[in-house]
């Protein structure tokens, strides 16, 4: 069975609709035939822990395709997430539970729904000591990432998080690198049926080796990884940073010694894909740069962005902010001494700086991409028109001998994308979320945009690849169950349509055949081989006479 999302269903659990023993299916016809042997009494179901239906499932065997689980006929199920990794929320609390179990730790793990999914996060909590540790498996809002983890402090003794790929905003990266100096990552790696997670400690300028569980350690201060020292702050703030800093005294480097770190720290920052302020940017730089006045900050970064590239590349500068998550004041001044125009107010300011923090994550990202053009300043420092994404037509003017010159005309919109704006890829899924709670007619303008985004997908990189498809499953669920969304046209299967094609083929033979006859039928001389007339014949005549 395909799943909701276009994806084979390859993971289920044992036993029943509510077990939480989960299992990927081999793929390999082989692979799944020696599996039948060593388990033959054990039955699959879509299991409600994974987001399923709760019925059974059989497991198909393919020689020509990929092995995979399978609904019963007539089955309705709107599971979203049928891949390898939809299940590893269940795989992570076998392994913590082993784990505990091999160091003595009365301890439980469970998993929380958090709306998304019913595998959002996973909680791991030792009663004794109530130490605590959240394994995060969906993206959440840095402000709802701070208001839990308020909540959970107050419970717990120590609380650790854990963020798996692409879960982590760039605020709350930025705020543990600054408590703790490294963030806590995992993630899993297939073995046979399961998988197992491995974790490692990393921050903006290095990370320890991915390590198993077993290496790892409950300490009074917390979970521990191999290879990193744990710092944390007595307090919070500028305060607190500042009197952190007063302790020792700074070194005083050359001013060249400073670009060339600020330029690193910067160039790391955009790797992570955070927004650091100044004063994280000096922890990272060097502490001698966290005293300078405003005119001496804005001499160093124009040093560094002139020598960050030529002209187009993007402006470190604007990855800095402020507490607020604003651009500081002078960032403005880097950026018309450098040549990119001015900005007349501070909204013109922060959307521009935006702009250029996203070609900066696109350029020093890893993997990178192709960055996103550069938002034009007009004269009086306000936003130039946006020119079309798409690039323009090549056209070729032939010069007749009288008559007007034809010109091309613009190309149409497609007829899908008739009540969709002009968006980018990476406000689709903004939109998609907007257009459930718009007045009017929702369904038909979030059909429009779903279309949008099916095109979108093969253009974005992971983690918005992700994202987008889950707002696209989301707002599909939202569709279905409106009685005024326009109805679908079913999807035609690739067995179908290659049916439908060759009819039509042979259709347009047997009417090309069919012509042909007719043509060669009118064009014969209906007295061709017919005996001719008495008299008719000249030589007769003559013969008469």
């Given at each position: 069975m395909i799943g909701s999302d276009g994806r084979l269903v390859q993971t289920a659990v044992i036993g029943s609709r509510n077990s939480g023993r989960a299992i990927i299916l081999p793929t390999d016809a082989d692979e799944l035939t020696r599996w039948r042997r060593r388990h033959p009494a054990y039955t699959y179901w879509c299991g409600t822990q994974l987001g399923g239906c709760g019925n059974e499932l059989s497991d198909r065997l393919y020689r020509d395709k990929v092995c995979h689980f399978a609904h019963r006929p007539h089955t309705s199920c709107h599971r979203t997430a049928t891949g390898a990794a939809s299940a590893d929320h269940l795989f992570i609390k076998d392994d913590l539970a082993a784990w505990a179990g091999r160091n003595r730790l009365k301890a439980r793990a469970t998993s929380r729904d958090l709306g998304i999914g019913p595998g959002d996060a996973v909680d791991f909590r030792v009663g004794a000591a109530r130490q605590?540790?959240?394994?995060?498996?969906?993206?959440?809002?840095?402000?709802?990432?701070?208001?839990?983890?308020?909540r959970l402090s107050s419970e717990s003794a120590t609380l650790d998080w854990v963020f798996g790929p692409g879960t982590a905003q760039p605020e709350t990266m930025e705020e543990l690198y600054d408590e703790y100096g490294y963030l806590l990552r995992f993630r899993f790696e297939t073995q046979g049926a399961v998988r197992r997670i491995r974790l490692r400690a990393e921050d903006p300028r290095r990370s320890t080796d991915w390590v198993s569980l077993d290496v790892c350690a409950m300490t009074p201060e917390g979970l521990r990884v191999p290879g990193v020292q744990p710092r944390r702050r007595s307090g919070t703030g500028p305060a607190a940073d500042a009197g952190a800093w007063r302790g020792a005294a700074p070194v005083r480097r050359s001013r060249e010694?400073?670009?060339?770190?600020?330029?690193?720290?910067l160039v790391s920052a955009a790797r992570f894909r955070t927004r650091p302020t100044w004063e994280a940017l000096a922890r990272t730089a060097g502490s001698d740069l966290l005293g300078l006045s405003v005119p001496d900050r804005v001499a160093l970064l124009v040093a560094v962005e002139r020598t960050s590239g030529g002209e187009g590349s993007p402006l470190l500068s604007a990855l800095l902010r402020t507490g607020e998550s604003d651009p500081p004041p002078y960032v403005a001044n880097v950026a018309v001494a450098v040549g990119c125009g001015a900005t007349a107010t501070a909204a013109v300011l922060k959307r521009w700086c935006q702009r250029e923090a996203d070609r900066a994550f696109a350029v020093y990202g890893v993997p990178s991409r192709t960055a996103p053009p550069r938002l034009p300043l007009t004269v009086d420092g306000r936003l130039a028109a946006q020119q079309s994404a798409e690039p323009a037509q090549r056209q070729t003017i032939v010069h007749a001998k009288g008559g007007k010159v034809q010109q091309q005309a613009a190309r149409p919109k497609p007829k899908q994308f008739a009540d969709v704006p002009l968006l980018r890829d990476t406000e689709i899924r903004h939109a998609l979320r907007s257009a459930r709670q718009r007045r009017g007619p929702r369904p038909r303008y979030a059909a429009a945009l779903m279309a949008r985004a099916d095109e979108a997908l093969t253009r974005l990189p992971e983690p918005q690849r992700t994202e987008l498809v889950a707002e696209m499953a989301t707002t599909r669920r939202w569709l279905d169950s409106r009685p005024d969304t326009p109805a679908r046209k079913p999807r035609q299967s690739r067995r179908a349509a290659k049916a439908a094609d060759a009819q039509k083929a042979t259709a347009v033979k047997q009417s090309a055949r069919a012509k042909k006859t007719r043509q060669g039928k009118k064009g014969q001389n209906p007295l061709q081989g017919a005996r001719p007339l008495p008299g008719g014949d000249p030589r007769t005549a003559k013969r008469a006479t």
């Amino acid at each position: 069975m395909i799943g909701s999302d276009g994806r084979l269903v390859q993971t289920a659990v044992i036993g029943s609709r509510n077990s939480g023993r989960a299992i990927i299916l081999p793929t390999d016809a082989d692979e799944l035939t020696r599996w039948r042997r060593r388990h033959p009494a054990y039955t699959y179901w879509c299991g409600t822990q994974l987001g399923g239906c709760g019925n059974e499932l059989s497991d198909r065997l393919y020689r020509d395709k990929v092995c995979h689980f399978a609904h019963r006929p007539h089955t309705s199920c709107h599971r979203t997430a049928t891949g390898a990794a939809s299940a590893d929320h269940l795989f992570i609390k076998d392994d913590l539970a082993a784990w505990a179990g091999r160091n003595r730790l009365k301890a439980r793990a469970t998993s929380r729904d958090l709306g998304i999914g019913p595998g959002d996060a996973v909680d791991f909590r030792v009663g004794a000591a109530r130490q605590h540790v959240r394994f995060q498996f969906s993206r959440l809002a840095h402000t709802e990432w701070e208001q839990a983890r308020q909540r959970l402090s107050s419970e717990s003794a120590t609380l650790d998080w854990v963020f798996g790929p692409g879960t982590a905003q760039p605020e709350t990266m930025e705020e543990l690198y600054d408590e703790y100096g490294y963030l806590l990552r995992f993630r899993f790696e297939t073995q046979g049926a399961v998988r197992r997670i491995r974790l490692r400690a990393e921050d903006p300028r290095r990370s320890t080796d991915w390590v198993s569980l077993d290496v790892c350690a409950m300490t009074p201060e917390g979970l521990r990884v191999p290879g990193v020292q744990p710092r944390r702050r007595s307090g919070t703030g500028p305060a607190a940073d500042a009197g952190a800093w007063r302790g020792a005294a700074p070194v005083r480097r050359s001013r060249e010694e400073q670009v060339l770190a600020l330029k690193e720290a910067l160039v790391s920052a955009a790797r992570f894909r955070t927004r650091p302020t100044w004063e994280a940017l000096a922890r990272t730089a060097g502490s001698d740069l966290l005293g300078l006045s405003v005119p001496d900050r804005v001499a160093l970064l124009v040093a560094v962005e002139r020598t960050s590239g030529g002209e187009g590349s993007p402006l470190l500068s604007a990855l800095l902010r402020t507490g607020e998550s604003d651009p500081p004041p002078y960032v403005a001044n880097v950026a018309v001494a450098v040549g990119c125009g001015a900005t007349a107010t501070a909204a013109v300011l922060k959307r521009w700086c935006q702009r250029e923090a996203d070609r900066a994550f696109a350029v020093y990202g890893v993997p990178s991409r192709t960055a996103p053009p550069r938002l034009p300043l007009t004269v009086d420092g306000r936003l130039a028109a946006q020119q079309s994404a798409e690039p323009a037509q090549r056209q070729t003017i032939v010069h007749a001998k009288g008559g007007k010159v034809q010109q091309q005309a613009a190309r149409p919109k497609p007829k899908q994308f008739a009540d969709v704006p002009l968006l980018r890829d990476t406000e689709i899924r903004h939109a998609l979320r907007s257009a459930r709670q718009r007045r009017g007619p929702r369904p038909r303008y979030a059909a429009a945009l779903m279309a949008r985004a099916d095109e979108a997908l093969t253009r974005l990189p992971e983690p918005q690849r992700t994202e987008l498809v889950a707002e696209m499953a989301t707002t599909r669920r939202w569709l279905d169950s409106r009685p005024d969304t326009p109805a679908r046209k079913p999807r035609q299967s690739r067995r179908a349509a290659k049916a439908a094609d060759a009819q039509k083929a042979t259709a347009v033979k047997q009417s090309a055949r069919a012509k042909k006859t007719r043509q060669g039928k009118k064009g014969q001389n209906p007295l061709q081989g017919a005996r001719p007339l008495p008299g008719g014949d000249p030589r007769t005549a003559k013969r008469a006479t």
